[in-house]
């Protein structure tokens, strides 16, 4: 199992207000900073990733596009 990384919490105005790991931010209803990147081919195809069952979050299934957006 791997260490849980340490975030930076934000506010409504993306100001830094603490920090933590991903499961505090969940628990505790406090934003974080998302990062997504999608990756399109030539022909238009994004690659979709199939989530893990270990995330917080849609376990096991895959992210639509437009779920990301």
């Known amino acids: 199992m791997c260490a849980m990384a340490n975030i930076q919490f934000v506010d409504i105005n993306d100001e830094p207000i603490g920090g933590g790991t991903k499961e505090e931010a969940h628990e505790r209803g406090i934003r974080r900073r998302v990062i997504r990147i999608f990756l399109v081919n030539s022909n238009s195809e994004v ?21 990301a957006m």
């Open 47 to 67: 690659l979709l990733q199939r989530r893990g069952d270990n995330v917080l979050s849609a376990r096991g299934n895959g992210m639509t596009l437009s779920q």
